[in-house]
């Protein structure tokens, strides 16, 4: 299990070259990772995890097989796209398959490249899009509560929890809020996925700037970062430009490279570290002298659960998981010194995996 992050943002924000950045990154990384390009649009990346590297170092492991991320580069919003100006049926469908949102923001200044709005105003270039979303999602709401009438009246509970909850949306839309700032109960965390509105995707506002402040960003980064913060999301730094560089060098010069911009590493890698704070994701590995392997998993996921990614079977069966911590594993030199130590656990079923664990199944079959 990797995710899905879609990438939208206005006509010349930098967003194709950030997308074609990522997807040329993982098409040099397919010699020795998973990699695919689903559709033009679409690309696998790996992520990025020193940890799965040395795991794999002191375990031997012929193959290094990292977990994914897949990017899907959004096109088609304009003004209007919720009303179907431009390509915005497509978007708004293509946004709705996303665990995520990716939203770059035009944080630099060239006079070459023109703006849409005829200005540099980032946090204004949110709203657009923001309100886009939230009447696309008004309008569906009110199809969907109307066709809810007829069931409701007839006691139908499904139902009845649905206007409830689309309700609850429709109340924070009118007041100017996305539907992810309500609060919902566990009872109906279920119901409310599958409402699948827009605005309920967690945002991460990508700040996109000149070469010279990918370090420390500018202004205009400061305000996404503070528009951010208030609205309970998250804000990266990235020059698309660097990263559109980076992806045409070899390993060693794109190092070399960073190290000269006082980059201490690739921004798609934290764009992706972003990512995954924000949909709360975490890792947890296995590994062996076939490969090293890492796994995504949503934090707080029991044993069964985490299992059950590998393969159905092994959640279907699970009996017990012996666990080593990463730092146990690293620090002792492998499975066998840390078994040894008494770092080892064996971990029923109740057991909550951790991010870093190092995981061996064992299951009926």
């Not at 967003?15 to 998973?34: E, V």
């Not at 609850?168 to 599958?194: F, L, Y």
């Not at 890792?283 to 949503?298: D, S």
């Amino acid at each position: 299990m990797g995710f899905k992050m879609g990438i939208v943002g206005l006509p010349n924000v930098g967003k194709s070259t950030l997308f074609n950045a990522l997807t040329r990154t993982a098409a040099a990384q397919a010699a020795n990772f998973p990699f695919c390009t689903i559709e033009p649009n679409v690309g696998e990346v790996a992520v990025p995890d020193a940890r799965l590297d040395k795991l794999a170092e002191i375990a031997g492991s012929k193959q290094i097989i990292p977990t994914r991320m897949t990017f899907v580069d959004i096109a088609g919003l304009v003004k209007g796209a919720s009303k179907g100006e431009g390509l915005g049926n497509q978007f708004l469908a293509n946004i709705r398959e996303t665990d995520a949102i990716a939203h770059v923001l035009r944080c630099f200044e060239d006079g070459d490249v023109t703006h849409v709005e005829g200005r540099v105003d980032p946090v204004a270039d949110a709203e657009t899009i923001d309100t886009e979303l939230m009447l696309a999602d008004l309008e569906s709401i009110e199809k969907r509560r109307a066709g809810l009438v007829r069931k409701i009246k007839g006691n139908d509970k499904d139902a009845v929890q649905q206007d409830r909850l689309l309700a609850m949306a429709q109340t924070a839309i009118e007041d100017g809020k996305p539907a992810r700032t309500v609060a919902i109960d566990e009872d109906d965390a279920k119901a409310w996925r599958m409402l699948q509105l827009l605005t309920t995707k967690p945002v991460l506002y990508v700040c996109n700037v000149g070469e010279s402040e990918a370090a420390e960003g500018n202004a205009h980064a400061a305000k996404v970062a503070e528009m951010a913060a208030a609205q309970g999301n998250s804000a990266v730094i990235i020059s698309a430009q660097i990263e559109e560089e980076i992806s045409q060098l070899e390993a060693d010069e794109a190092e070399m490279f960073l190290t000269e911009m006082g980059l201490d590493e690739a921004g798609l890698d934290r764009l992706i570290r972003a990512g995954y704070e924000l949909l709360h994701l975490e890792t947890y590995f296995t590994v062996g002298p076939k490969e090293a392997r890492a796994w995504t998993i949503k934090k707080g996921t029991s044993a069964p659960k985490a299992a059950g990614v590998i393969h159905g079977d092994f959640e279907k069966g699970f009996i017990r998981a012996e666990t080593i911590a990463y730092e146990d594993f690293v620090t002792l030199g492998g499975e066998g010194p840390a078994k040894e130590a008494g770092k080892m656990r064996a971990e029923g079923k109740a057991y909550t995996v951790k991010d870093g664990d190092v995981l061996h199944f064992l299951f009926n079959t």
